[in-house]
């Protein structure tokens, strides 16, 4: 079944992901679970910050619906939740697809009127 959400709802989840994405710690912290499921001590390894801090930068992942704790074992693997990225990706795609068409249509007037020019 697929879920309908307002578009409100879709803006606030698209504003936490791309603020949790603003950060260059938690934007390595998605790189690293894209690559596999991971510890929060794994996590941690290549940051010379707190286990604190780590742990406030995966609530911060978490509440924008990135990532995932499992309740396996003590030591409650992270894993990365695409969906949010997905969303994210194909609101990017929007615009994008908006700028490539004004580039064109910028290249089509400048093409006619350098044209003209010469003419």
């Given at each position: 079944?697929?879920?309908k959400r307002s578009p409100e709802v879709r803006e606030q989840q698209l504003d936490a992901v791309f603020g949790a994405l603003?950060?260059?710690t938690r934007r390595a912290m998605v790189r690293r679970l894209?690559?596999?499921?991971?510890?929060?001590?794994?996590?941690a390894e290549p940051f010379a910050m707190s286990?604190?801090?780590v742990s406030?930068?995966?609530?911060?992942l978490e509440l924008a619906g990135l990532v995932e704790r499992s309740?396996?074992?003590?030591?409650?693997?992270?894993?990365?939740?695409?969906?949010?990225?997905?969303?994210?990706s194909g609101w990017l795609?929007?615009?994008?697809?908006?700028?490539?068409?004004?580039?064109?249509?910028?290249?089509a007037h400048l093409t006619k009127k350098k044209g003209?020019?010469?003419a």
């Amino acid at each position: 079944m697929v879920e309908k959400r307002s578009p409100e709802v879709r803006e606030q989840q698209l504003d936490a992901v791309f603020g949790a994405l603003a950060d260059p710690t938690r934007r390595a912290m998605v790189r690293r679970l894209a690559s596999g499921d991971a510890t929060v001590g794994e996590l941690a390894e290549p940051f010379a910050m707190s286990f604190q801090a780590v742990s406030k930068h995966l609530r911060v992942l978490e509440l924008a619906g990135l990532v995932e704790r499992s309740r396996r074992a003590q030591q409650r693997p992270c894993k990365l939740r695409v969906e949010p990225l997905v969303a994210a990706s194909g609101w990017l795609g929007d615009y994008h697809e908006l700028w490539e068409s004004s580039f064109d249509r910028l290249d089509a007037h400048l093409t006619k009127k350098k044209g003209s020019a010469h003419a």
